[in-house]
Every structure is written in structure tokens, then in C-alpha cells.
């Protein structure tokens, strides 16, 4: 264990630091094995030599860029946070938060947050996951490049996205086109993923060969999945029978990551989610892990984790 002493100089350490230290907060999403005291224009680092070096280095390029452009955004720190991954100052990625996925356009795609990484770590170590939690906290996003992940690394042969198709207040039998042009949009989560991290002539080549799939649920129904990578998106949708039948479906050299959040059921009343049933039933299954995200994790605009937090207090 080592301690580093770093000046904070030639810029204003609250415009590092942010108010109530809201970007010192980002910046420690990143280090998750050092812990970090700032004081004024002093910042302690305390850790092990090589992350303490890494943490060097990202903290000169954050001063470079506040002192150049005289101001640093959290998006400014996600950027640059990742300019030195593919120069290989990073460890290899195991249990910790570094490089799920190198993406289009020189996307670096990692867990950003604790509750994203304990999914990634969560992942290596069980062959069934729920993710459950809010929207914007990445789940989805981060269960996918677990996904192309473990497809790159030839750990599965095929990816399978799948969705229960419940209308959230739209009806698609309204909307033109044949079955699977009405299911696209309400697909596109799934699809907006896979774009950023798979060149668009790839994917094309993937989705036509069936190496990666996206359907809905119902069409799980008969299928054994083996050496298959399965996300179930908003799973609380599901029915019971559904979640039943997904969950058999699993076969030989499989994993499964189901994503929900059970406060935006869209099921008709008197209709039970799957998701909540599955949850209180195989909370105790060994090989099964479960992680529950918050408004600490939302990456997406800022406001998106006070709307979350505001409609918390309303539920309790």
C-alpha cells in the first residue's frame, strides 16, 4: 500500500473537483481501488504503485484539459478517462472496471459505475444474472457488451436479444409494415447497443447469418439455447408462464443476463410480472446472481437521477 501526494496547480481544484465533489465522485468510479481525499489543492492517492501511477496520468490530462479549455464536464471526464486505455496502461480486465468492449469511432465501452461492474464481475463468475434497477443506469448497455464481448472472445457462437412484446401505452397493431417492421422500433434499444459497438456492414452480415438474434419472447417458445449469449430486456413484462419458459430455455455453455425494473410493469392489471414472481423464487439458487441498480448509477443526463430520485420519494 503507497501513498502519493498531487498538487492540484495552475486551476481552480473546486472546477476539478465539482460542487459537493460531484466529478471527484466520476473520477473515483474509475479507481475503485484507490481511495481518494482531496483537500484544497492537495489530493491524496492511496493504493497500490501501479494504480496510483495510472491515476497520475489521468489526473494531468484532466488538468491539461480544464486549463486549456477552462472548464471540465463529466462527459469531458468519460472521454478522457479512456484516452490511454488502448496505449495499454490498463490492466487486463477480469473483476474490475476496464474495457468491456472497444467500439465504433473509437468508443471505449466499460462499466462506469459500482453496480455495473459488480454485473460485469457478477457475470464471469455465475451463468445467470438479473440486473435490476431504473432506466438510464446502463444496464441494458452494459449487458449487451458483456454480450459482443463474449462473442469476440469466441466464448459463445450466437448473441439472442429478446423482449416480451408489451405495448407501454402504444398499440403495434396500429403501426404499418409486416411483423417484424412493427417490432423493430420497439426493439431499438437493443439495436442502438449493438451500433455502437459492431461496424454497421458486420452487423448487417450477423443479423442475416442468425449470429445475433433479436426477437420477441413468444418466439423463445421450443428453442434450446446453447453456447448462446441471452439478454431478456424489460423482463418485468413478462408473465410468470413467459419468465418460466425463458428461463428453461437455457442450454450447455450459456449465459443469461435478464434486465427489468418492476416499478414500469405495462402488463394488464391482475396480471403478475414473471420478473417479480422469479425474483423472491430463486433468490437463494446457487450459480444465479442478482444485482439491484439505483439512481447512483444513471449516466445519463444529470436530471434523469434527481426525476428518479424524486419519484423514489413519492413510492416510499
Given at each position: 500500500?503507497?501513498?502519493?501526494?498531487?498538487?492540484?496547480?495552475g486551476?481552480?481544484?473546486?472546477?476539478?473537483?465539482?460542487?459537493?465533489?460531484?466529478?471527484?465522485?466520476?473520477?473515483?468510479?474509475?479507481?475503485p481501488?484507490?481511495?481518494?481525499?482531496?483537500?484544497?489543492?492537495?489530493?491524496?492517492?492511496?493504493?497500490?504503485?501501479?494504480?496510483?501511477?495510472?491515476?497520475?496520468?489521468?489526473?494531468?490530462?484532466?488538468?491539461?484539459?480544464?486549463?486549456?479549455y477552462?472548464?471540465?464536464t463529466?462527459?469531458?471526464?468519460e472521454?478522457?478517462?479512456?484516452?490511454?486505455?488502448?496505449?495499454?496502461?490498463?490492466?487486463?480486465m477480469?473483476?474490475d472496471?476496464?474495457?468491456?468492449?472497444?467500439?465504433?469511432?473509437?468508443?471505449?465501452?466499460?462499466?462506469?459505475?459500482?453496480?455495473?461492474?459488480?454485473?460485469?464481475?457478477?457475470?464471469?463468475?455465475?451463468?445467470m444474472?438479473?440486473?435490476?434497477?431504473?432506466?438510464?443506469?446502463?444496464?441494458?448497455?452494459t449487458?449487451?457488451?458483456?454480450a459482443?464481448?463474449?462473442?469476440?472472445?469466441k466464448?459463445?457462437?450466437?448473441?439472442?436479444?429478446?423482449?416480451?412484446?408489451?405495448?407501454?401505452?402504444?398499440?403495434?397493431?396500429?403501426l404499418?409494415?409486416?411483423?417484424?417492421?412493427?417490432?423493430?422500433?420497439?426493439?431499438?434499444?437493443?439495436?442502438?447497443?449493438?451500433?455502437?459497438?459492431?461496424?454497421?456492414?458486420?452487423?448487417?452480415?450477423?443479423?442475416?447469418?442468425?449470429?445475433?438474434?433479436?426477437?420477441?419472447?413468444?418466439?423463445?417458445?421450443?428453442?434450446?439455447?446453447?453456447?448462446?449469449f441471452?439478454?431478456?430486456?424489460?423482463?418485468?413484462?413478462?408473465?410468470?408462464?413467459?419468465?418460466?419458459?425463458?428461463?428453461?430455455?437455457?442450454?450447455?455453455?450459456?449465459?443469461?443476463?435478464?434486465?427489468?425494473?418492476?416499478?414500469?410493469?405495462?402488463?394488464?392489471?391482475?396480471?403478475p410480472?414473471?420478473?417479480?414472481?422469479?425474483?423472491?423464487?430463486?433468490?437463494?439458487?446457487k450459480?444465479?446472481?442478482?444485482?439491484?441498480?439505483?439512481?447512483?448509477?444513471?449516466?445519463?443526463?444529470?436530471?434523469?437521477?434527481?426525476?428518479?430520485?424524486?419519484?423514489?420519494?413519492?413510492?416510499?
Open positions: 500500500m503507497s501513498e502519493k501526494v498531487i498538487e492540484i496547480s486551476v481552480n481544484p473546486l472546477e476539478l473537483y465539482g460542487v459537493n465533489e460531484s466529478k471527484l465522485g466520476v473520477i473515483r468510479g474509475y479507481f481501488k484507490l481511495k481518494l481525499i482531496a483537500r484544497g489543492d492537495i489530493l491524496k492517492a492511496i493504493g497500490d504503485d501501479d494504480e496510483i501511477s495510472h491515476f497520475e496520468q489521468k489526473i494531468a490530462l484532466l488538468i491539461e484539459h480544464l486549463t486549456k477552462k472548464q471540465l463529466e462527459n469531458n471526464i472521454r478522457l478517462m479512456g484516452e490511454l486505455e488502448s496505449e495499454g496502461n490498463s490492466k487486463t477480469k473483476h472496471a476496464d474495457t468491456l468492449v472497444y467500439g465504433n469511432g473509437g468508443l471505449i465501452v466499460k462499466a462506469r459505475t459500482a453496480n455495473q461492474r459488480k454485473l460485469v464481475s457478477d457475470c464471469y463468475e455465475n451463468d444474472c438479473f440486473a435490476i434497477g431504473p432506466a438510464g443506469t446502463g444496464k441494458t448497455y449487458a449487451v457488451a458483456l459482443v464481448r463474449a462473442l469476440k472472445n466464448e459463445v457462437k450466437r448473441i439472442i436479444l429478446t423482449r416480451p412484446a408489451v405495448e407501454s401505452g402504444e398499440n403495434l397493431g396500429f404499418p409494415g409486416d411483423l417484424k417492421e412493427k417490432l423493430d422500433p420497439y426493439m431499438q434499444p437493443l439495436y442502438d447497443g449493438l451500433r455502437d459497438m459492431i461496424p454497421a456492414e458486420k452487423l448487417a452480415e450477423m443479423l442475416e447469418a442468425g449470429i445475433i438474434q433479436i426477437a420477441p419472447l413468444a418466439f423463445m417458445r421450443g428453442r434450446t439455447l446453447d453456447k448462446s441471452v439478454i431478456l430486456d424489460e423482463a418485468q413484462n413478462a408473465t410468470e408462464s413467459q419468465f418460466k419458459m425463458f428461463l428453461t430455455r437455457m442450454g450447455k455453455s450459456a449465459k443469461f443476463i435478464i434486465t427489468g425494473d418492476p416499478s414500469q410493469i405495462d402488463l394488464p392489471k391482475r396480471q410480472s414473471g420478473l417479480v414472481q422469479a425474483l423472491t423464487v430463486l433468490k437463494d439458487v450459480g444465479i446472481a442478482m444485482i439491484t441498480f439505483d439512481e447512483n448509477d444513471v449516466i445519463r443526463h444529470k436530471l434523469v437521477k434527481a426525476i428518479i430520485g424524486a419519484y423514489k420519494k413519492v413510492e416510499e
